[in-house]
């Protein structure tokens, strides 16, 4: 069967349509995630010491995690999930995903390596950075500052491979600024946002230490 | 003429070969290499704060953001390079290179990517933490760590991105293990030794101001 995908010179041999429709796939994906934030926002409520910012931070990266984890990790091992006959849910996801940006199904070089780095090393640190905050951990700051910045650094190569490739992967703007743009941009501003705050609290610490530390050495 | 690089099918109208010998383009990087380090050493010896560590990570990130900035910054952009008939040392540092990866001469979407990002944003940044070591900034940590996770995600995904297209882009095993496996090992042990001791550094910090912070509280 032809696929639809832009450019239409793209081969994709035994391509098999995407069969759930689009309000699904969004809302078992959106539904999935309202749980995970909202179990994460409940159990977290029990203690004490999480302000409400470390519990939407706690939310966000079990969110992220598991994204990362479940959806990109299965695109990076499943180079024929466009061939997918059974209506699989996450091979349904990349099929209409892949209306934003072909090279997806194409299984693009850059995509495959970006998705792989994602799904193997920022999926299970993002976990991490849940249990780290609520344990109140030393190095949590560093750790969600290396996560957003690895995501920066994809959302980045994501982007910049693009335009060096022409950027025309998309069936329509619609599916250009609804996937392409707007889904990717939450791994933007995020990840920018804690990367400020990680930078500023470390700096903080840092100079809060060495001026202590001067302080000893005058007594 | 016709271009020594592998794969023999790539295509590379109007190749020009590079015409300086292999010792003179490893001589010239490595005699200006050397007087950036020793006139950053020399005058970073006049600070008393500076200790030997310092001032030997405020050489590697001279050495290392004069790379990004020169070599790094004209491959990026410079897309025919490999036409250059002027003998113009830094096309042919990357002739020379490309025997080793012969994705540079190729303008692989995944290596102009990593470059431009690595130029652009790395190489000024890495300045940046000569200056921020030298006056002894509190960002001075967190901005190395930045630096070198932006180089080890550089370096990831240039090896990936060659393991996924099938590792077959170098002239004979000498160019293999020489250019593109030793010469980019600098840029993978030399970033995960700062990114671990600015990780513990600011850990420490962290923990020690949260734990003045309690004092205080019971004070």
Redesign the interface.
Same mark, same amino acid.
Request: aromatic share 12%.
């Given at each position: 069967m032809e696929h639809p995908y832009i450019p239409r010179d793209l081969k994709l041999p035994d391509y098999v349509p995407v069969s759930l429709p689009q309000s699904t796939i969004l809302a078992v994906y959106g539904l999935a995630s309202l749980l995970v934030v909202s179990l994460v926002w409940l159990f977290s409520g029990g203690s004490r010491r999480l302000n409400k910012l470390d519990r939407l931070l706690m939310c966000w990266w079990a969110f992220t995690g598991l994204t990362h984890i479940i959806l990109e990790g299965y695109f990076a091992f499943s180079p024929e999930f466009y061939k997918d006959k059974t209506g699989f849910f996450l091979a349904e996801v990349w099929k209409e995903y892949s209306k934003g940006d072909s090279r997806y199904a194409g299984r693009?070089?850059?995509i495959?390596? !970006?998705e @792989?780095?994602t799904s193997v090393l920022e999926g299970p640190a993002s976990l991490l950075a849940v249990y780290a905050i609520a344990k @109140?951990k030393?190095?949590? *700051?560093?750790l969600q500052?290396?996560i957003s910045?690895?995501q920066l *650094? @994809?959302t980045?190569?994501y982007f !910049?491979?693009a335009i060096?490739?022409g950027d025309n992967f998309a069936m329509s703007p619609f599916y250009y600024y609804a996937y392409y743009i707007f889904a990717n941009s939450f791994w933007i501003w995020i990840p920018l946002l804690i990367c400020i705050r990680?930078?500023k609290?470390?700096?903080?610490? !840092?100079?809060?230490?060495?001026q202590?530390q001067k302080k000893s050495k005058v007594r």
């Open positions: 693009d070089t850059a495959v390596t !970006v @792989g780095i @109140g030393a190095y949590s *700051y560093i500052f290396a910045l690895g *650094y @994809g980045l190569v !910049v491979a060096l490739d990680c930078w609290k470390i700096s903080l610490a !840092v100079q809060s230490q060495s202590s």
